[in-house]
């Protein structure tokens, strides 16, 4: 067994009423790893509770919500994050209180700070999910359905459910072996990736009939302005997910939303289909972020705006 | 080796020149079948030549179009239907020429009509490339990236990317014995899953927005009268996918495509979401198809053809 699983599972085996931290803006991978790790400590005859600096979204309420184990009414004897790359994507109080008490860190983020006494980070690995996964099959540890549902919703919800390049053999060997637990898969999979609320269709049908191509399409901006927000009664929720509409067509190289915070305020989003880097476009205007996937903040009227962030994106195609 | 098995493998052996046959609105998984088999003749130093009734879509180019075996001025010596169910389903001029004239038929629906001379079908398998897949496996032939391509392609396209129950241990563990092959899995899933036209997303945001929703959102309908079809200028290639925007809200158990064919001429698509059964209440309309994908095609006028469907789907709510 590699080191690095060795003293996680040690770890895992000696410790007692752990605190399992996740990310904030948490997503299926975190909230996955959290909730597997949890009943995995339990079935070890231990207690441990999960913590995040926000509400857990209500479509991941069906792992937060029908966890078993509430009796969390105990002081934390160790500290361990899963799918937290760096202690500020804790949030700020979960930061301050816990950022230099972790234990262990479970992750598969190559930019893994290693703030924690003892990391395991696996880069390769699609999802925490997949390392958590792994550590168990060498602890032969035997897992249960609700351990296999949260991790099969780690992995689909970051590999885009088996669609991106990291869904590589590990995740579908991985994924046959959860399935054989007789979990909901396609519940699962319908829940995270096809239901949309009637609300939510109407607002993407708009939006979609609404993107602007230019460049020969290689750069498609979505515009929601203060009255569109109105009409669709939208709440900062709805905004997820909304940049990707821009990067259907195949041509698109950029894909912008302008959002509309005040009468002069507009925020950024940005998302890059190949080669272009968009973090380094949104820099250039005060903002930042990944290659694929940046944001700023620019002020100005609307048409102002709009011109800038066209211009700018030109000069990167 | 299962007999039915051995009496397909044993037909592949000793078989020369054959014809192979899909069926009409070719998918992923008719074309993924047809080609794989193909390739894997050529492989075993014999001759093939894949038929259609129908053009192959645009989107399925990368599998039709990158065929390096071109000479097919060969009269064949014998003939083989994949993923076909039915002779009705090879078109009419095929079915004409061919239904009774298959030595060997490879297949997942339950509903095979059994007209081939051999009939090789798993109704549990995902695809009829999933049974292929076995069956060279069981032959011991050793794939190429070609094969490997094909095979994925009908396994992603009839599971919806790993989405559906049939997505299950085998299709997993299939995926990653193709993905090892070498095949560039990222680029098929943004090309079949994720990227599409703009007169695309024009056209399925104008349906999504006239999605009739009925019994309290359980049956949605979309209509595509000839007008629509005019208005957006539809081949029949522009059908693909569209039932199941039809199912995206929750509580919707039943979707249903109605396409105009003709003045009085309809064919319908069904979907179901949950424990519905559209394969039976398709049959009881003279069609027929899968539990959980299936058609038929009903005459009268839209109205009529509408309330039938309407009254029939609310009978097995």
């Given at each position: ?15 007692e009423?752990?605190?399992?931290i996740?990310?904030?803006?948490p997503?299926?991978?975190t909230i996955?790893?959290?909730y597997?790790l949890k009943?995995a400590?339990?079935?070890m ?6 913590i995040c600096?926000?509400?857990?979204p209500e479509?991941f ?8 184990h509430?009796?969390e009414?105990f002081?934390?004897k ?8 760096d ?5 700020d109080?979960?930061?301050k209180?816990?950022?230099?008490k972790?234990?262990?860190?479970i992750?598969?983020?190559e930019?893994n ?9 696996i880069?390769?690995a ?5 390392v958590l996964?792994?550590l168990?099959?060498q ?5 249960n ?12 919800t970051d590999t ?5 390049s990291?869904?590589?053999i ?5 994924a046959a072996v959860l399935i054989a637990?007789?979990?909901d898969?396609?519940w699962?999979n319908?829940?995270?990736f ?9 607002l993407?049908?708009?939006?979609s009939?609404?993107i602007?191509?230019?460049y020969?399409?290689?750069v498609?901006?979505i515009?929601?302005t203060k009255?569109?927000q109105?009409?669709f ?7 997820d997910g909304i ?7 195949e041509?698109?190289q950029?894909g912008?939303?302008?959002?509309q915070k005040?009468?002069n305020?507009?925020?950024i989003?940005?998302?890059?289909t190949g080669n272009i880097?968009?973090g380094?476009i ?5 903002g ?8 700023c903040?620019?002020f100005?009227?609307f048409?102002?705006v709009?011109?800038?962030l066209?211009?700018?994106a030109?000069?990167y195609?």
């Amino acid at each position: 067994m590699d080191r690095f699983f060795e003293e996680a599972a040690e770890f895992l085996r000696n410790c007692e009423d752990a605190l399992i931290i996740t990310h904030q803006s948490p997503d299926g991978d975190t909230i996955g790893s959290a909730y597997a790790l949890k009943e995995a400590l339990y079935l070890m005859g231990k207690r441990a509770k999960v913590i995040c600096q926000e509400e857990f979204p209500e479509r991941f309420h069906f792992i937060t919500e029908t966890d078993e184990h509430k009796c969390e009414d105990f002081e934390e004897k160790c500290v361990i994050a899963v799918d937290v790359a760096d202690t500020a994507l804790m949030g700020d109080d979960v930061e301050k209180k816990y950022s230099k008490k972790v234990d262990l860190c479970i992750d598969h983020h190559e930019t893994n700070k290693e703030y924690a006494e003892r990391t395991l980070v696996i880069p390769e690995a699609a999802a925490a999910c997949e390392v958590l996964f792994k550590l168990f099959e060498q602890m032969e540890l035997k897992l249960n359905t609700r351990i296999a549902t949260c991790l099969y919703t780690g992995i689909v919800t970051d590999t885009g459910c088996f669609r991106f390049s990291n869904a590589g053999i590990d995740a579908h060997v991985i994924a046959a072996v959860l399935i054989a637990y007789g979990i909901d898969f396609p519940w699962i999979n319908r829940h995270l990736f096809d239901v949309k609320t009637k609300k939510r269709i109407e607002l993407e049908s708009y939006l979609s009939q609404n993107i602007e191509y230019l460049y020969d399409d290689r750069v498609a901006v979505i515009s929601v302005t203060k009255d569109i927000q109105e009409r669709f009664s939208m709440t900062s929720d709805d905004f997820d997910g909304i940049t990707p509409l821009a990067t259907k067509v195949e041509a698109v190289q950029i894909g912008i939303l302008i959002k509309q915070k005040e009468e002069n305020k507009f925020k950024i989003s940005m998302r890059a289909t190949g080669n272009i880097n968009v973090g380094k476009i949104c820099a250039t205007m005060g903002g930042g972020g990944h290659a694929k996937a940046a944001g700023c903040t620019i002020f100005g009227t609307f048409e102002e705006v709009k011109e800038k962030l066209i211009k700018t994106a030109g000069e990167y195609l």
